[in-house]
């Protein structure tokens, strides 16, 4: 029952894609260009890596507010590593992965060692990578002005060396390369099965004899990898690691999570159907900024979408009790 009930979450939230996209496509003509799918696609990219490490925290029915700033500071990471450093861009590209799974790693540690609500934990967290990210890099933007190819990463095409005039940036490929990951991890492996089993009952898979706490580290930390994914994405797009960049994100990533149908109380969720709530985020801002709509009215209907989202998950807890 439980999988007809994520299965028909997924139909529903792919449902209000498809809606989305016909509605925005019969209101402006400029909407189904190719040229501005790509933008969609690219803007998803780094909002959809963040949520897609968020979407495993959340299945163990925690948060992770400090995803925007992580990201932040990743950048920086690499942008010291590779500009002040003088380090090849793989060896940058390491320290700014490393840098996310080391603040997921705190995060992990603090929720399930100290047991400090994850609500509070990566709260400070998000403070101490922010302040991390504006100590480091001096207040100032990190540009990557000896390293020309770094903005390869996010902006250069495989596919159109490939497939001539079929531009799809690297980074879209990135952001679908990691869901195929991140779903792997999550209905094939170890890791996995014991995410949904500490969002379902904790306090039953301990003393089935899982060490949780092992397993939350475990799983914070992926989320900050992923995170340093991210941030590595956000640099390479803007060619430089911006400091001041970062707060804010979390938010979106997290509403992508909800709408794809990952539930808050833990214990339900899809890498497919975060996929999915990312995409509908990023069609929603696009169509909505196409048709001219004011940047304060965009903010409430993201913010209507949002409630009417987090809603369908308590009437959905609501069936199932």
């Known amino acids: 029952m439980a999988f007809n009930s994520g299965f028909l979450q997924q ?8 809606v989305l996209v016909l509605v925005f496509s019969l209101a ?10 790509v933008g969609i696609l690219l803007s998803t990219a780094v909002t959809g890596v963040l949520a897609l490490g968020a979407t495993f925290v959340i299945i163990t029915g925690g948060i992770d507010l400090s995803v925007g700033t992580v990201m932040t500071l990743s950048a920086v990471m690499t942008g010291v590593s590779i500009s002040f450093w003088g380090t090849p861009i793989w060896i940058g590209l390491i320290v700014g992965i490393l840098t996310g799974a080391l603040c997921g790693f705190v995060s992990g540690w ?19 990578a922010k302040g991390l990210a504006l100590v480091i890099s001096g207040t100032k933007p990190v540009y990557f002005t000896n390293a020309p190819g770094f903005s390869n990463i996010a902006l250069g ?3 159109e060396k490939l497939i001539p005039g079929f531009s799809i940036p690297n980074a879209v490929l990135i952001f679908f390369g990691a869901a195929i990951i991140g779903s792997v991890i999550l209905t094939r492996t170890i890791i996995g099965r014991y995410n949904f089993a500490i969002g379902s009952n904790e306090e039953a898979t301990r003393l089935s004899g899982v060490n949780v706490s092992f397993w939350k580290i475990v799983i914070y930390t992926m989320t ?5 994914i991210a941030g590595i994405l956000i640099a390479s797009r803007l060619y430089s690691a911006q400091p001041a960049l970062g707060q804010g994100y979390e938010l979106e990533a997290i509403a992508a999570v909800v709408i794809g149908g990952t539930s808050l109380s833990g214990g339900k969720g899809t890498i497919v159907g975060t996929v ?7 069609v929603l801002t696009n169509g909505l900024r196409i048709l001219s709509v004011p940047q304060e009215w965009q903010t409430v209907v993201v913010g209507i979408v949002i409630f009417l989202a987090v809603y369908v998950d308590i009437l959905r807890r609501k069936k199932t009790a």
């Open 11 to 18: 139909f529903l939230a792919f449902g209000s894609l498809i």
């Open 28 to 37: 402006s003509e400029n909407f189904f260009q190719f040229s501005n799918i």
């Open 110 to 128: 603090a929720v399930s060692r100290l047991r400090i609500p994850p609500f509070i934990a990566t709260l400070a967290v998000m403070m101490i």
């Open 157 to 159: 095409s495989v596919l």
């Open 224 to 228: 900050g990898a992923f995170t340093g």
């Open 276 to 282: 999915i709530g990312a995409l509908i985020m990023s």
